[in-house]
């Protein structure tokens, strides 16, 4: 009872039943990348988990895993952080500026953008130095995405700029 005279009763989903529920193919999800599903309210209850600490309190909102599952990149648009952190032992290796970061599946390089207008940047995933800035027709990147060798990168732009970056020069 709430207070209002009419009980409530607060059922948590399993996950995997809130993504069907959606419309996702639960199981092909997990037979395709790996997926596990785990409520992370039930902490302590199931798997073992890692904490990272993010220096200074920031606040990453995105993420991605090497194709290898060795290292973490962390981005953090409002502080405009890219963080990377070696999986095994939880360790801070670099940072480098930048709001938003895509990562090419080889592992090799990163698209970061920042928060404000300014051009993007490609940064060498393994030392987190630039490589080079690549200019933006627009300050409005709604994405952005490696080919699978890593050689090639198409940004998307507002109000539907395509620009296609070759990697290797």
Known sequence: ???GGTATTIVALPLEDVVAAAGWDVRSLQAIAGVEFENTRNLGLGAQYARLTVPGGGSPDMGNVSADGRYLWLAAR?????????????ELLWTTSGATAEISPDGRWIFATMAGPGPGYLIEAESGRVR???PLLTAQV??????PDGDRLA???????????????
């Open 132 to 134: 080079a800035e690549v």
């Open 155 to 169: 940004i998307v732009e507002r109000p539907g700029f395509l620009t296609l970056r070759d990697t290797r020069d």
């Open 78 to 90: 409002y502080d405009d952080v890219i963080y990377r952190f070696d999986t095994a032992s939880g």
């Open 142 to 147: 709604d994405g952005a995405v490696f080919s």
């Open 1 to 3: 009872d709430l207070g």
